[in-house]
Each structure stands twice: as C-alpha cells, then as structure tokens.
C-alpha cells in the first residue's frame, strides 16, 4: 500500500470512524473503516510508535472533533438533497463512506474527488467488500490545486444544476491561494440552489492546532498545515456570492449528547449560493 503525504491523514481519520463504531451510543456507523485501517495497519503501528503519549493525547482530543464534524455533514448532505439538491462533492473525500452509507434520495449522483493514490487503495478494499453504493457514484482522481472543474464536468457534473458540496479536513491543508482557486472553481460550477460546508477557523480550532503544535512528535502533520483562508474564510464566501451561516461546535456536541469541557470542537460554516449576489473580489 503506498499512500504518501497528506493523503495519509484519511486514514487517521478513518481510525478515529472505526473507534465511533464500537461505541453503543454511537451517532453514525462506518463500517468499512476499519478495513481501511486494517489494510494500512504498518504505516498506522509506526505512526503511533511515533506520536508517544502527548501524540495521543491529542488524538484523541482531535478524534472528538471528527465524530462531531461527521454527525454534522452526514445531516448537512441530506438535508441539502432534501432542499432540491441531486448532485453531491465529496471535495477530498479520502476514505469517506457515506456513498455506502446514508439514505440517499433517488437519483442523488455523487462525485469523490482526491488524489490518484489515496483513490486506488480507498477503490481496492472497497471492492474486496463487495461494497455497494446507495447513489450513482463517480470517483474523480484529481489535484484540487490544478484545474480540476473541467474534468468534473466531463464525469458529469452538470452545473445547472444545484450541488451539495464537502469540503471536509481540506482546506487547512492548502495556501491561501489554492484555497481561494479551488473555491472560485466551486462557485463557478454551482447554480443558484447549491450548498456548501466547511470546517470553520475559531477559537475551538486554534486551540486544537495550538495542542498539536506543542507536541514535537507530531511536527510531521504540523508540517503539511498551509492554513488555508484562515479566519477569512467565511467573508471570502460571502463575496463570491454564497449566504453564509456559522455552526458552533460545542452547541452541536450538546445536542448531539457529546458535551465535553476537555473538547475543543471546532465549528462549520453551510453556505447557499442564491444566484444575486455578484461577486466583489
Ligand atoms: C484529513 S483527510 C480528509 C478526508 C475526508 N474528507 C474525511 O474527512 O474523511 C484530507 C484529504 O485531503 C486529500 N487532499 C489533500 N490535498 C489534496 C489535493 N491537492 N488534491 C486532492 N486531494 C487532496 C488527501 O488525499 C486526504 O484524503
């Protein structure tokens, strides 16, 4: 299994998918995480030998955030394709499974896109499973840094019509200009009606990065971290014509039944593109 660099991080995120399955009260079930985990287990077992007790620590810290932020756009994603939405982007989707998943309503197409190799390994366990898709999905091994828009289109993407798109553990991972080209992509292939959600840059997520940071043993994720649109996220949006709306972390663990004083849960933005606004930047 080679998967390198950033697309390593899916499979973390698939471990902390595969611990939430265990749980009795747990708020989704993911079950092909743990065979993606499974299939990396070395690279996993000399990751952990590495990260040490603070490396952990903060795992878990961060596992906490990933539950929350799972819950949260699996309701996202069904509730836009109950607004009208019939197509859906999982922007990076690494080893997501909610094409698997969720109950998707009839005619829902939906669209994976991430890099060729993190692909290939995410396609081979998913078909030793047999698994099958409860929407029509189309996999798309793209850079989302090059032009990618193009070629979504060519997999049938049809811009006219709305999108729900996912933008889920990305950003953070690109330069403000990447961030800002692949969000002006995004915005030029969606019509009035699309819908977007993303990790928002607060108090919650500083307060994460900064643990993360304080661990030397995690200098290696701290490495790929580019920060993308940093706090100007949200007004970057607002400008390239999409309603902005903010989503507190903590009060979603609340009502979730996963308050935490020890948590730092770190908020989402949704966003609707209403086809008035022009943009200003
Ligand atoms: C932390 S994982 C999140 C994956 C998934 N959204 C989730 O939450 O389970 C980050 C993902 O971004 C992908 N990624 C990072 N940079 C990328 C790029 N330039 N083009 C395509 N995918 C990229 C990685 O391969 C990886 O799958």
Sequence with gaps: MEISGVSRTAIGVAWLRAQERLRPDKLFDDPYAADFVMGAREMMAEAASRSGERGRAVGALFGKHVVIRTKFYDDYLLSACAAGCRQVVLVAAGLDTRAFRLDWPAGVRLFELDLPDLLDYKERILDAREAAPRCERTVLAVDLRED??????????????????????????????????????????????????????????????????????????????????????????????????????????????????????????????????????
């Design 148 to 281: 990618w828009a193009g070629r979504l289109v060519e997999a049938g993407l049809r811009p006219t019509e709305p999108t729900a798109w996912l933008i889920e553990g990305l950003l953070v991972y690109l330069g403000y200009e990447e961030a800002a080209g692949l969000l002006t992509a995004i915005g030029s292939l969606s019509a009035p009606g699309s819908q977007l959600s993303c990790e928002d840059r607060n108090s919650a997520s500083e307060s994460l990065a900064t643990r993360v940071r304080e661990a030397p043993e995690l200098a290696e994720v701290v490495a790929l971290w580019k920060g993308g649109l940093g706090t100007d996220l949200g007004d970057w949006l607002t400008r390239d014509g999409w309603q902005v709306r903010g989503h507190n972390g903590t009060a979603l663990a609340g009502t979730y039944g996963r308050a935490d004083a020890e948590a730092a849960y770190v908020g989402f933005l949704t966003a609707v593109r209403d086809g008035s606004a022009e943009r200003t930047s």
